[in-house]
Structure formats: structure tokens, C-alpha cells
């Protein structure tokens, strides 16, 4: 599996935190499959600024973009979503959403997608649903719009800017690289911050 990150200026940094450190670090993935690599995709290759100010240099521009079953896309949120230069991954995410691929969205992220129209036939989830609405103006999608911090159906996975570990815990779920009860005791010891959570994950890994 591979998993391509969109990276655009103002990237909120903490959305993807629990994602891409335990996809690079690998210390809690199953142990019988190759590390998945993170692919940093941008609109083209120049450097991006993320909104705590870290510079990260794209890999591949989105024209490069092709993936394959079951690997993964996430969509970090960031303001830049709503200036409106963002399209060609959006068409992009139109044009795959219906392979055996994930697509994983946070935050501005979601929104760009639900004026895209990318989210009106699927459960899903966003920053709050009055805001979608005002500044979404293809949106059409409420009937399906979950007021709850992280949402997965199909092959797509939508989550709020302040639900970082939820919109990670339903990535691992969905992409299979952690066993699960290490994917509960992983996210319990961050939910819940219980000592007896670490040492559970701590036994699971030996």
C-alpha cells in the first residue's frame, strides 16, 4: 500500500499528526507487511508552508498522481481549500472515488469536497453542518451528514479539524495496517490517556 498526502500552504499540521507518524515510524503496524511510504502530492512541486510554518516539498505534482487497490489518499485540512486552486485533486478524487482505493478527508478538506459534490450520496461528516451549508453552495448532501467527530463509508473517510485521532483511528480501521485490538488499545491510550492502555499495547507487540 501506498499513501499519497496532498500537502498545499497552510496544511494544518496537527490534522494528519497521528497518521503520518505512526505510517512513517511503523512501530505499531502489523509486522508481516511492508511499511507503507508516504508520498507527499502537491498541485505542483514547489515547496508548500504549512499553518505551523514547516516547509515540506512535494514528491510528485497531482498530473503524476496514479494509484492502485488499496492504497490511500489523504486530504489534510487548510484554508488554502477555499481559495479555490485546489481543483485538479478534486477532479482527481471524482474520477477514482469509486475504485478500491481510500480516501481520507479532514477538515477543510471536507468542505472542498462537499462544494464539489463529492459527498452528497455518502455518510459523512465535517467541521458543522450550518457552515457547510453557508459556504458550500453545491452542497446537496444534509440527509447524510453525520454530526459525530470522524464518518466512514465506502471507501471514504471524512472527519472534523478537531477530531484528529478519530479521523486516524478510522484510517487504520479501514486500511487494515495495525491489527485490531492494537488499533483499540492504540486508540483508547490517546482518548483516555490510562497507563493500562500502553502497557496492553505494549503486550500486543511482543
Known amino acids: 500500500m501506498n499513501v499519497f498526502l496532498y500537502v498545499l500552504d497552510t496544511l494544518a499540521d496537527w490534522e494528519i499528526g497521528y497518521l503520518t507518524a505512526e505510517i512513517n515510524s511503523g512501530r505499531y503496524l502489523k509486522k508481516n507487511i511492508e511499511k507503507p511510504k508516504i508520498i507527499k502530492v502537491g498541485k505542483n512541486l514547489s515547496p508548500i508552508k504549512t499553518m505551523g510554518g514547516m516547509e515540506a516539498t512535494p514528491d510528485i505534482a497531482v498530473k503524476e498522481l496514479k494509484m492502485q487497490k488499496g492504497d490511500l489518499l489523504i486530504l489534510p485540512g487548510a484554508e488554502a481549500w477555499l481559495n479555490g486552486n485546489n481543483d485538479e485533486i478534486l477532479n482527481f478524487v471524482r474520477e477514482n472515488i469509486e475504485k478500491d482505493i481510500t480516501i481520507a478527508a479532514i477538515c477543510g478538506a471536507t468542505i472542498a469536497m462537499a462544494n464539489f459534490g463529492l459527498l452528497d450520496g455518502i455518510k459523512h461528516t465535517s467541521n458543522d453542518l450550518g457552515f457547510l451549508k453557508m459556504v458550500c453552495p453545491n452542497y446537496k448532501g444534509e440527509s447524510n451528514y453525520c454530526n459525530q467527530p470522524a464518518a466512514s463509508e465506502k471507501n471514504v473517510i471524512t ?27 492504540w486508540y483508547n491510550l490517546y482518548k483516555t490517556q490510562d497507563g493500562k492502555f500502553f502497557l496492553e499495547l505494549m503486550e500486543l507487540l511482543k
Open 159 to 185: 472527519a472534523s479539524g478537531i477530531a484528529p485521532l478519530e479521523f486516524a483511528y478510522e484510517v487504520f480501521k479501514k486500511t487494515t495496517v495495525m491489527e485490531n485490538a492494537v488499533i483499540e488499545a
